[in-house]
T-cell receptor
Framework: GNSVTQMEGPVTLSEEAFLTINCTYTATGYPSLFWYVQYPGEGLQLLLKATKADDKGSNKGFEATYRKETTSFHLEKGSVQVSDSAVYFCALSLISNFGNEKLTFGTGTRLTIIP | DVKVTQSSRYLVKRTGEKVFLECVQDMDHENMFWYRQDPGLGLRLIYFSYDVKMKEKGDIPEGYSVSREKKERFSLILESASTNQTSMYLC??????????????FGQGTRLTVV
């Protein structure tokens, strides 16, 4: 089946530190890959995505590159801020038998940035 | 601004009660989803719907049912609530697939406690 494995949390970093959150996937087919973010008290929102191999998604200083050879989509940011504290979910999607995209999520990584 | 609205942020119900969780989207999206979010387990798909009156089981449908009488509204029903259904419930919607990498829009979540 399809699955996403991401780095166990929680992760605590100082402001301006470099961030990496690892994500690998298993899929029957050729998935699209996503990072979603959940800020305290809110639902999930899309952070970035990539739909084919070697594509790089980027947003708000975050980046992730779709690596088909290593089945990975690691999230990186060069200099984190306190406002980046949130839970980050890696996800993949494949077209279901009903024609819609079905998302499969990882377990989430809680990130806390301290000033 | 696109919106997915869940009717309650917090609910407390008794064991054995019938519970309704309501979700409304204003984006004319075809697809709607119900997930539950638990620590260490991430988001797990309960049910989804790709059209009015159409529904399909997700990965953990046991103990739940759904209703979609109108395109904009998708209800999750706990027929007889149990304590192991205490969780955060998230509703999401997506438009019909036109390409890959369709963004999912989430509600803010309903934290349900069954006592």
């Amino acid at each position: 089946g399809n699955s996403v494995t991401q780095m166990e949390g929680p992760v605590t970093l100082s402001e301006e530190a470099f961030l990496t959150i690892n994500c690998t996937y298993t899929a029957t087919g050729y998935p699209s890959l996503f990072w979603y973010v959940q800020y305290p008290g809110e639902g999930l929102q899309l952070l970035l995505k990539a739909t084919k191999a070697d594509d790089k998604g980027s947003n708000k200083g975050f980046e992730a590159t779709y690596r088909k050879e290593t089945t990975s989509f690691h999230l990186e940011k060069g200099s984190v801020q306190v406002s980046d504290s949130a839970v980050y979910f890696c996800a993949l999607s494949l077209i279901s038998n009903f024609g819609n995209e079905k998302l499969t999520f990882g377990t989430g990584t809680r990130l806390t940035i301290i000033p | 601004d696109v919106k997915v609205t869940q009717s309650s942020r917090y609910l407390v119900k008794r064991t054995g009660e019938k519970v309704f969780l309501e979700c409304v989207q204003d984006m004319d999206h075809e697809n709607m989803f119900w997930y539950r979010q638990d620590p260490g387990l991430g988001l797990r798909l309960i049910y989804f719907s790709y059209d009015v009156k159409m529904k399909e089981k997700g990965d953990i449908p046991e103990g739940y049912s759904v209703s979609r009488e109108k395109k904009e509204r998708f209800s999750l029903i706990l027929e007889s609530a149990s304590t192991n259904q205490t969780s955060m419930y998230l509703c999401a919607s997506t438009t019909e697939v036109r390409g890959r990498g369709t963004e999912a829009f989430f509600g803010q979540g309903t934290r349900l406690t069954v006592v």
